[in-house]
């Protein structure tokens, strides 16, 4: 079974600090690509990190300086430090599994850790 789990998130003072974990199991981790996407209320999911199975890294433009993705091949684990936090970060926080293979795609969502920024 493909599972995904979330970990990490929590209510932030502006300015401070989080880090997010994702461990994932049943999937042979190190060949998908990792991310992390984040939902606001009444917003669409968005692309915040990605990082590829070779190691390449990608971020949106509204957290790059920011925030840093890293992945542990042999713990199976994707992170998203966070630093410098914003009101405007506060969302639900998804961690997402993806490869193609063969032509077809293979993706897997987390449920979703909750992070807030607020005074």
């Known amino acids: 079974q493909v599972q995904l789990v979330e970990s990490g998130g929590g209510l932030v003072q502006p300015g401070g600090s989080l880090e997010l974990s994702c461990a994932a199991s049943?999937?042979?981790?190190?060949?998908?690509?990792m991310g992390w996407f984040r939902q606001a209320p009444g917003k669409q999911r968005e692309l915040v990190a990605v990082?590829?199975?070779?190691?390449?890294?990608n971020y949106a433009e509204f957290v790059k300086g920011r925030f840093t993705i890293s992945r542990d091949n042999a713990r199976n684990t994707v992170s998203l430090q966070m630093n410098t936090l914003k009101p405007e970060d506060t969302a639900v926080y998804y961690c997402?599994?993806?490869?193609?293979?063969?032509?077809?795609?293979?993706?897997?969502w987390g449920q979703g850790t909750q992070v807030t920024v607020s005074s």
């Open positions: 049943g999937i042979i981790f190190s060949t998908y690509d």
């Open positions: 997402n599994a993806r490869k193609v293979a063969s032509g077809s795609v293979y993706e897997t």
């Open positions: 990082i590829m199975r070779g190691g390449n890294t």
